[in-house]
């Protein structure tokens, strides 16, 4: 059965974000994918089909005795896209990837475990595949074979989690800002400037919110996108015009806007100190700084942007990469499990008729093989009688179940 798992799959290793699109399925609500699904489970034989649809890759997990073919996938895209280009249609055997028997098995424990990821030891990869996988499974695409690897996939990432450091250092701009923040002792209840309400910002708000800050001031050019980020973080929101006249002093200030040239200049800074002494947090994660270099000379700051940030972030995706021969190990051993797992669930399949069987020879000895005999006990005894008999049948139940589970386990 394990040769019988196969995984087409378009990632950004083999192409571009935007070719990425031209094989995945184009639908416009759940119920058209649902159909679209259904017909290429149909149209090529499949078993089980699970379509995993992510930022960066498009993955079609599904079992079949047919084995995979330059043919089959030409055809399996050309339907799945009619108007794929011809350029790709050219190069389709070098951009998709073809995975069969363990090896599909192992390339989907890999994804999970975000260790194919473009950004390596990023957990929304586990989201990504639960919140995929159930809609599949409740539409009756994938089976019992899909549905083992899924449950494999997921214990194994969580252990890959647990026993290596994959996902341990920050990468993301943001996330490295907020904890350089933090390990500068800004406390939740200091006073903190948002300069900026564009995404950057947004993400930044959400970290605060998460950290408990509570005394956020946004400045924005448009009043109305600082009202809406101030209200995420439970703060206040005035117009960046407001900036020059604002005298409520600050602990930490946060600036990321799109402008080209500094917008926080030493004698702006100079009246938001509104006459404090002491040392203040600037985080600039602009590109190009908005905050003027002058600052960091003419003013007690501890001053983090974006650069630093930036190389701080590469180190730490190095290493998560070292993590990953570690993470291989701990995959594999979950890998071995497979085999076993299929067999143990095929044996449960084919004894599900056990216990029916069970009964009905308990019904035919009572009510046909021994019914003379029983008909002429007194009421006591055939109770006995019964009693025993079902004690006989439950435990008989569980003796084929039980041997078949330890040759499996004994293999
Ligand atoms: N650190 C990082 O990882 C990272 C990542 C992405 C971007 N960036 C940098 O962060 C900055 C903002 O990026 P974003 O993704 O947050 O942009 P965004 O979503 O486009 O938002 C831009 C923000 O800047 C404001 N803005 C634009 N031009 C301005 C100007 N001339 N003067 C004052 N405010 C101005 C906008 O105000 P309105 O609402 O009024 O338009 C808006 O709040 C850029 O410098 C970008 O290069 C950094």
Not at 79 to 94: H, Y
Request: hydrophobic content about 40%; proline content about 3%.
């Amino acid at each position: 059965m394990l040769a019988n798992y196969k995984i087409l799959t378009v990632t950004h290793k083999r192409t571009n974000l935007k070719e990425i699109g031209d094989f995945v399925l184009k639908t416009s609500d759940q119920e058209e994918l649902k159909g679209r699904l259904e017909s290429l489970k149909q149209q090529f034989h499949l078993d089980e089909l699970f379509y995993l649809p992510t930022c960066n890759r498009v993955m079609y997990f599904f079992t079949t005795r047919e084995p995979l073919s330059d043919r089959f996938v030409a055809q399996f895209f050309q339907s799945i896209n009619p108007t794929m280009p011809v350029e790709l249609m050219d190069e389709i055997d070098d951009i998709v990837y073809q995975y069969d028997g363990v090896k599909a098995v192992e390339h989907f424990l890999d994804v999970a475990a975000s260790i194919d990821s473009l950004v390596i030891g990023e957990r929304q990869i586990l989201r990504q595949i639960r919140e995929s996988y159930e809609p599949c499974r409740e539409w009756g695409l994938t089976g019992e074979y899909i549905r083992i690897a899924f449950q494999q996939a997921v214990v194994a990432a969580k252990a890959v989690y647990n026993k290596t450091r994959i996902g341990d250092k920050p990468i993301s701009v943001v996330s490295l800002a907020v904890q350089q923040m933090l390990r500068a002792h800004v406390q939740k209840e200091d006073r903190l400037l948002l300069v900026g309400a564009g995404q950057t910002n947004q993400l930044v708000g959400k970290f605060l919110v998460k950290h408990g800050f509570t005394k956020v001031t946004v400045f924005n050019r448009s009043l109305e996108k600082a009202e809406q980020l101030a209200q995420n973080v439970g703060g206040q929101a005035l117009p960046l015009a407001e900036l020059p006249n604002y005298q409520g002093g600050f602990d930490c200030m946060i600036v990321c806007t799109g402008a080209t040239e500094p917008i926080i200049t030493s004698p702006l800074y100079r009246q938001l100190l509104n006459g404090e002494q002491g040392r203040k947090v600037v985080i600039d994660l602009a590109i190009p700084n908005n905050v003027h270099e002058l600052i960091t000379e003419d003013f007690n700051v501890e001053y983090i942007e974006v650069e630093g940030l930036r190389n701080l972030a590469k180190k730490n995706l190095a290493f998560r990469e070292r993590e990953v021969e570690r993470a291989r190990k701990v995959l594999n051993e979950y890998l071995q499990q497979v085999p076993a797992l299929i067999k143990q669930r095929q044996i449960e399949l084919a004894m599900r008729s056990v216990p029916t069987e069970i009964k009905a020879v308990k019904e035919k000895a009572m009510n046909e093989v021994f019914h003379k005999e029983l008909s002429g006990l007194d009421e006591q005894t055939k109770a006995l009688m019964e009693k025993m008999l079902s004690y006989m049948e439950k435990k008989c139940i569980g003796i084929p179940m039980k041997a078949a589970r330890e040759a499996v386990l004994n293999q």
